[in-house]
């Protein structure tokens, strides 16, 4: 909204709420003030007629009593002079000058002794009226009980002719000093011409109403008058009716004097307020006009030129335009500070540029530096033999290299876990794994998951945030084809099966039927070097029979299908049998065996017992083998929780540099591998030997060896300790 | 004559055993396969067979399964004699109902004719 229609939209509700508020107090207030004060006139001009009303009624009282107080009228009561009547009441003038209708004279006990009815009045009415007015005269009736005593008694009466003013008035002479013989009543019609005149006294319209029982309106009028002196119903907007109540003698209501009366002040207001509203209206209308047009010119229009003048620099993007400025005002102050923002955003704009430029030679530099990095390490991933993927925690591929395309036989290019699981099989669901290893914050292996031919390792691994270490930010899959490793073994264990049974069979029959030729035909041969032949092809079987089960039992060892059966033993008896054993090959070298158990209390062992001996005994050999001349200790050393057999010689020891070549495959430690002893040559015993120990949780090694002087091994193996 | 049964396929080891069982004063009986050594099982009533495991069409352990499943054979003593190094194969055997488990090349010819009379019931 503009300002204009903001501002017109506020004078016209403010000019509305104002004379909305005039309103209200026109109507709601000032009217009650006015009608207080209306019907203070109007009860003053119902008090005035009331009170001419009453006049005349004294007027007619008046009369009365002159004439009852006359020496004339006190002589006729006694004498009855027809002189009296004709001369005072016989002409219509007496009517005329006294205002009188009707007139009674009666005595002190009642008697009527003269009577008279104004003669313009119809005979009907004449007779009905006399008739009524002689009927509230009699002996002990109110009008017939004056005296000089009460005084005349005036006031009205109802009959049904009409309303009288009445008044009667005890007669006496006119000094008053005798007693009264008589009684004077003299009454009037409360005619129009009457009415009449008090219209002409009062300057009102006033009109008598008498009650009746049927006038239910008047009724309820007269009710409210019984209370109050004045009632007052407005009739229209110009005339409203005042009541007064007119009563008897009695004091009874016998009918309502109702004034009708011109509401002059009611009016008069009316028109003031009329003729204020209009010139409020107008001096308001071209005040808020003028206002509006002032406003125009002086505000809205130079701020619509201030606009147009932001929009043009905004526009041009010109930070060099500036806004003309002249003037004291606000606006012009206005602009004035604009032109100096101006002035400051032209110099820091000029500054930003420069900064810009900066930044933005710094930005490109370091964006290069980034793709640089990023493409080295691209090349580093997709260097890799591994697949390769990282993967943000809603499973989304950020990084994959191109092994995981090859492995997985996806299309290089764009693809992602959904993809990549299509080419698993359930056996590992790559979504509830990611899941898995995200909410344990654990890596999650699976080895040997064989898929389209293929033997896989897959490694998932959560990544977590470098600077946070609780922030995850996704996972790390690493597949590792192992296809040909899985190869390798099988391979190995195709070969195991082969040896063991394809070569050991022709040899187990070479060296089967050479025992026996040995054993039952020896004695046919008379050939010495025959003889000799068979048993070198004998003893060359029995070698490589041992060869090929050395080389089996390296590999058992290595594949881990070696069966390894625990069992809680004591070792001295096994050492005892092994030293037995060799009791044949120490005679032929001429060695001294010692062996001396009771140091050790406890020899018990927990391991297998078969596997234990075979070392033992390649141990005892190797000794018998290495030493010419001297003697082979055996002796048992508690060791915490082991229990170690010093295997010592006197043999030509082993030199420095080749100790540590001591325990590898196919070694021996000799200066070369191609001089070497012809016993047992595959150079696999203590490679088996300690390969054995370790299975069983145990240890061989060289616990010392000096050339010439001998060495001394160590099997070492866990101690039953229950 | 105490009657030894062996089934193997391998016609030098049979010709070995054969010698070695009849100097040490035994009657033997071979069968080439396991289908032959099935029928002489029952046929020649040996008192001890001696059973390959490697051999073609039919392999040792299911012939040591149907001689323990047949009434007539089931309380011959079986032992096993291979060359193979499997031990998961020994274990396998001896809970089939094996009687013993010998390995061909690690044993002199002597030491057979010892672990085979150990099968034997009392000499007659």
């Known amino acids: 909204m503009s300002l204009s229609k903001k501002f017109l939209l506020i004078i016209f509700t403010l000019n509305l709420l104002f004379f909305g508020f005039l309103y209200l107090i026109f109507t709601l207030v000032v009217p009650e003030a006015f009608s207080k004060v209306e019907d203070e006139v109007v009860a003053s001009n119902l008090t005035g007629i009331k009170n001419v009303f009453l006049e005349r009624q004294n007027a007619l009282s008046d009369v009365t009593c002159d004439y009852a107080r006359w020496d004339d009228t006190y002589n006729f009561i006694t004498e009855k002079s027809p002189e009296y009547i004709r001369s005072n009441y016989g002409s219509i003038d007496f009517f005329n ?152 003698i ?135 033999i591994n697949g390769f993927i990282l993967l943000d925690p809603h499973g989304k591929v950020i990084v994959a290299n191109l092994a995981m395309a090859d492995i997985l036989n996806i299309d290089r290019g764009e693809w992602d876990v959904r993809r990549a699981q299509k080419q698993l099989n359930e056996t590992f669901d790559l979504w509830i794994n990611l899941q898995k290893c995200l909410l344990d914050k654990a890596s999650v292996t699976m080895d040997d998951y064989e898929i389209m031919g293929k033997f896989l390792n897959m490694y998932l691994s959560p990544v977590f945030d470098p600077s946070d270490k609780n922030v995850l930010i996704g996972a790390l899959l690493i597949v590792t084809d192992i296809t040909e490793r899985k190869m390798l073994d099988r391979s190995k264990e195709e070969f195991l099966s082969i040896a063991s049974h394809e070569l050991r069979t022709p040899l187990t029959a070479i060296r089967g039927n050479t025992e026996l030729l040995a054993k039952f035909y020896i004695g046919k041969i008379k050939d010495a070097p025959f003889s000799e032949m068979i048993g070198d092809i004998h003893a060359s079987s029995i070698r490589l029979i041992q060869i090929v089960n050395d080389f089996l039992t390296t590999s058992k060892l290595e594949v881990g299908k070696i069966n390894i059966m625990r069992e809680r033993f004591n070792l001295i008896p096994v050492i005892n049998s092994v030293i037995r054993d060799t009791t044949e090959a ?28 075979e070392v033992l005994i390649n141990l005892i050999d190797n000794a018998i083998k290495y030493t010419e001349k001297g003697e082979l200790n055996i002796k048992l050393r508690l060791n915490s929780v082991y229990l170690d057999v010093l295997i010592s010689d006197t043999g030509r020891g082993i030199p420095k540099d080749n100790q540590k070549l001591l325990f590898r495959k196919f070694q021996q430690a000799n200066d070369s591998i191609y001089t070497k002893d012809t016993y047992h040559g595959t150079g696999l015993g203590l490679y088996i030997s300690k390969m054995i120990c370790n299975k069983l949780g145990g240890r061989l090694f060289l616990e010392s060896s000096e050339v010439d002087k001998g060495s001394t091994f160590v099997i070492s193996l866990p101690q039953d300790l229950k | 004559m105490p009657k030894v049964l062996v089934i193997e396929d391998d016609s030098l080891i049979v010709r070995l055993y054969q010698k070695v069982f009849s100097f040490e004063g035994y009657d033997f009986v071979s069968a080439n396969g396991g289908e032959e050594g099935l029928v002489k099982a029952e046929s020649e009533k040996p008192d001890v067979i001696l059973l390959d495991i490697m051999m073609p069409k039919m392999d040792g352990l299911v012939v040591l399964e149907k001689l323990k499943a047949n009434q007539n054979t089931k309380n011959t003593p079986v032992v096993i004699l291979t060359n193979l190094i499997d031990d998961s194969v020994c274990t396998k055997a001896l809970s089939m109902g094996a009687s013993g488990y010998l390995v061909k090349s690690e044993l002199p010819n002597h030491q057979i004719v010892e672990e085979v009379k150990r099968f034997l019931p009392a000499q007659k």
């Open chain 1, 97 to 248: 000058t006294t205002g009188t209708d009707i007139v009674i004279i009666t005595d002190i006990e009642g008697e009527t002794l003269f009577q008279t009815v104004n003669p313009n009045i119809n005979n009907a009415l004449q007779d009905s009226l006399l008739g009524e007015l002689r009927g509230s005269v009699y002996k002990g009736s109110k009008l017939n009980s004056v005296n000089m005593a009460t005084g005349p008694l005036y006031g009205m009466l109802s009959t049904s002719s009409g309303p009288l003013i009445i008044s009667s008035c005890s007669i006496t002479n006119s000094n008053a000093d005798v007693d009264s013989n008589g009684v004077l009543v003299m009454a009037k019609i409360l005619d129009e011409a009457e009415l009449d005149n008090i219209r002409k006294i009062t300057n009102t319209s006033i009109n008598y109403l008498e009650l009746q029982a049927t006038n239910v309106e008047l009724k309820k009028i007269a009710t409210d008058l019984q209370n109050t002196n004045i009632s007052v119903t407005p009739i229209s907007k110009s005339t409203l009716s005042g009541y007064v109540d007119v009563r008897d």
């Open chain 1, 250 to 384: 009695n004091d009874r209501q016998i009918g309502l004097l109702r004034a009708q009366i011109d509401r002059k002040v009611y009016l008069g207001f009316y028109e003031f307020i009329n003729k204020l509203l209009f010139l409020l209206i107008v001096t308001q209308s071209a005040t808020a006009v003028g206002l509006f047009f002032f406003y125009r010119v002086q505000i809205i229009s130079p701020l619509k030129k201030l606009i147009s003048n932001f929009e043009e620099i905004r526009e041009k993007k010109d930070l060099t335009l500036r806004i003309r400025s002249h003037g004291f005002d606000e606006i012009s102050s206005l602009k004035r500070v604009f032109n100096k923002m101006l002035d400051s955003l032209e110099l820091s704009d000029l500054s930003l540029r420069h900064e810009k430029e900066g930044v933005s030679k710094q930005v490109s530099l370091q964006t290069n530096e980034l793709v640089l990095e990023r493409a080295k390490l691209m090349a580093s991933i997709n260097a890799m």
């Open chain 1, 586 to 613: 120490l005679k032929a070298k001429n060695l001294k065996i010692n062996f001396n158990p009771n140091e050790v209390v406890n020899a018990n062992v927990y391991a297998d017992r078969n596997l234990v001996r």
